[in-house]
């Protein structure tokens, strides 16, 4: 069965430092994945998607994520956090069809 | 603005009673899915639906249903609704041609409280 889980509900970084949020998948097929963003009170937002070819994935708002098969994960990182990135994040797998499997959600934190 | 409107924002209703949301999809999009976002559950794919047909089931209740019009808006009916049911539902929608393949866009969706 195809699932996500993402390390860390709650990151709290400094503005300017590093944000990396965790994710690993698993899949019993090649796996597309995203994230996405969800500001309080609204919907949620994509933020950039693996289907095939180049592993690193740049998105927008300067984020990145790096699809890694031999560790099945798929992070997400930007070198240098603002304050308006402040949101909920979610990694998600498609699984047949269309329909996503969404992991728990990591809180991110950035303070000034 | 994703272009996926969702209506109403917010409802407020009692145990018992049946609720509709309502789902517009981006234009020319054929895909349509919806998504509860509870505290315990986190997000869950509820339906699917593609130019009228259902084309994928999640772990929707028996209590809830869901139709896609021919002008492709959606509905998502709840009904004999109890306290658990409490949750904010989202629609998303995609082009839906290839499949897998498309990315799907959410709306800001409807937050049910049901006391």
């Known amino acids: 069965a195809q699932s996500v889980t993402q390390l860390g509900s709650h990151v709290s970084v400094s503005e300017g430092a590093l944000v990396l949020l965790r994710c690993n998948y698993s899949s019993s097929v090649p796996p597309y994945l995203f994230w996405y963003v969800q500001y309080p009170n609204q919907g949620l937002q994509l933020l950039l998607k693996?289907?095939?070819?180049?592993?690193l994935v740049k998105g927008i708002n300067g984020f990145e994520a790096e699809f890694k098969k031999s560790e099945t994960s798929f992070h997400l990182t930007k070198p240098s956090a603002h304050m308006s990135d402040a949101a909920e994040y979610f990694c998600?797998?498609?699984?047949?069809?269309?329909?996503?499997?969404f992991g728990a959600g990591t809180i991110l934190r950035v303070k000034s | 603005d994703s272009g996926v409107t969702q209506t109403p924002k917010h409802l407020i209703t009692a145990t018992g009673q049946r609720v509709t949301l309502r789902c517009s999809p981006r234009?020319?999009?054929?895909?349509v899915y919806w998504y509860q976002q509870s505290l315990d559950q986190g997000l869950q794919f509820l339906i699917q639906y593609y130019n009228g047909e259902e084309r994928a089931k999640g772990n929707i209740l028996e209590r809830f249903s869901a139709q896609q019009f021919p002008d492709l808006h959606s509905e998502l009916n709840l009904s004999s609704l109890e306290l658990g049911d409490s949750a904010l539902y989202f629609c998303?929608?995609?082009?839906?041609?290839?499949?897998?393949?498309?990315?799907?866009?959410f709306g800001p969706g409807t937050r049910l409280t049901v006391l």
């Open positions: 234009s020319g999009d054929l895909s």
């Open positions: 998303a929608s995609s082009a839906g041609l290839v499949e897998g393949m498309d990315t799907q866009y």
């Open positions: 998600a797998v498609r699984l047949y069809g269309n329909k996503l499997v």
């Open positions: 693996y289907t095939t070819g180049a592993t």
